[in-house]
């Protein structure tokens, strides 16, 4: 269990290590050194800090720590020193070196797990056991990762900038995936017993808040900013006391937080001024649609199916033609929702949603055999406990 | 920085290639010509690698050298050529392979520094 100052503390560090990781980059050009006097002090800070307090300005300590640790350690390499000696902590934050940061530790030549580690720990300043307890793999896995991140970006000369616009764009989607899977990673983990983690869902929020601050007038940015801060605003509703799952239907509304989802229906509403759709907007539309309806029967519907229907033209994949099917069911009926999955067969045969959602429409017309063929199909390729737990749930009552 | 470009050709490459008249094959190697004409100031030098067929391979190391026809990677993509070229980071290599209009598929390699 999390007490407030650690609460307090994970904030006051995701706050100010990627700032600071920024400006020592910055500094130094070199990656790997910065990285590692930040890493320095936000240990320092963990140990410190629940000790002493949290002090007043926690920049500045951090700061201080990593300064002093820079000198002990590059006393030979002189002229570093000296920049080193002479450097002041900015008064004012320098948006741009921290959107470089992100930037680099996103950039597509680096693998996946290896941005996301990156990510986590040089701009949300986690600790490689932090990252490695978020993701339920070994420490030793997660500094693996960042020793290979970080001697790829120095050997095959990734730089530290913002791309070109050319480039900006294809580039910006690298950064929002990496965001977005930070997400869904805490959302509904797939990995492990815990079914809910939320200091990555927090982490992957405190990310797409940092980037819109950078870039405040990209319509994805702001999109995907909604999504999460929707999402999140319906977080304490989605499980019971013992960690399962409450499907929507089920939900307690009076638990969502009305106001952050006027927030993000009101930052929907500016993305969408742009007139530059793409699939972050259009998933938090979706998702927006749902959290404004007062009760489940008040669900807009026909809204949502169209909404989906535009998210394939965007981006066509089975999965969302699945998300669609559901909305189609609502606003046609089971039996056009039912002949939808039907071509879905295919692409979505190893998908546990796609045999829980065919056993779901075959119950509704009324065929519950083969529904209860399609359960027990969705429970076997289940990974996440609480998902496994309603499916086995619903096997046990019909 | 200096990178290598390593051009790999793929089957549907080499057949897209083999399907087209005369006139289009002219225009592709045109449009090859033409860039390394666009990025000569980058490229320090690069050469074309006949097709694999021609390639003869020595594997040592295992008791008495074994000389075999044929390319050392059997496989649907081959390097067909290489550029060398001199940018500032990685971005600017893949800037540079993102405007390249010949083969589907090209690897990019820092050289190491010597």
Known sequence: ?398 | MKYVLMFAETEQFAADLAAMDDAERERAYARVGQWFADNREQITRHVHLMPPETATTMRLGGGEPVVTDGPFVEGKEVVSGIAEVDVDDLDAALRLARSWPGCPLVEIRPIAST
């Open chain 1, 1 to 398: 269990m999390t007490t407030a100052t650690e609460v307090e503390l994970a904030r006051a560090v995701r706050d100010h290590a990627g700032r600071l990781a920024a400006a020592l980059v910055g500094l130094t050009g070199d990656f790997a050194t910065a990285e590692d006097l930040v890493q320095d002090a936000v240990e320092a800070a963990l140990t410190h800090w629940p000790v002493e307090g949290i002090p007043e300005r926690p920049d500045a300590w951090l700061f201080t720590v990593a300064r002093r640790r820079g000198l002990d350690l590059l006393k030979r390499r002189a002229r570093y020193r000296t920049k080193l000696a002479l450097l002041h902590w900015p008064a004012q934050p320098e948006p741009d070196d921290r959107l470089r940061l992100l930037f680099t530790c996103c950039h597509p030549a680096l693998p996946r797990t290896g941005q996301i580690a990156l990510t986590l720990r040089a701009v949300c300043g986690l600790t490689t056991a932090q990252v490695a307890r978020a993701f339920l793999v070994t420490e030793a896995t997660v500094g693996q990762r960042i020793t290979r991140a970080k001697r790829k970006i120095s050997e095959a000369g990734i730089p530290y900038r913002i791309p070109d616009p050319d480039e900006l764009a294809g580039r910006l989607s690298e950064v929002l995936a990496v965001i977005y899977l930070l997400f869904n990673e805490g959302y509904l983990t797939t990995a492990g017993t815990a079914s809910h983690d939320r200091d990555l869902a927090d982490d992957a929020e405190f990310l797409a808040d940092l980037l819109h601050r950078l870039m405040p007038t990209e319509p994805e940015v702001m999109g995907l900013l909604a999504l999460i801060r929707l999402h999140q605003a319906r977080a304490a509703a989605r499980f019971d006391a013992e960690g399962r799952i409450i499907p929507l239907p089920a939900q307690d509304r009076g638990r969502w937080d009305r106001d952050a989802i006027e927030e993000a229906g009101a930052l929907i509403a500016r993305a969408a001024a742009h007139r530059r759709p793409g699939p972050y907007q259009l998933q938090a539309a979706i998702v927006a649609c749902h959290a404004e309806a007062a009760r489940w029967e008040d669900t807009d519907w026909p809204q949502i199916l169209v909404l989906y229907t535009i998210l394939l033209c965007v981006q066509p994949s089975p999965v969302t033609r699945l998300h669609r099917a559901v909305a189609l069911r609502y606003a046609d009926g089971p039996a056009a929702a039912l002949a939808e999955l039907d071509q879905l067969e295919d692409a979505l045969d190893g998908y546990h949603l796609y045999h829980a959602t065919r056993g779901e429409l075959l119950r509704a017309t009324g065929d519950p055999d083969a529904a209860r063929a399609a359960d027990e199909r969705a429970l076997a390729l289940a990974a996440n406990p609480a998902e496994i737990d309603l499916l086995r749930e619903r096997l046990r009552w019909r």
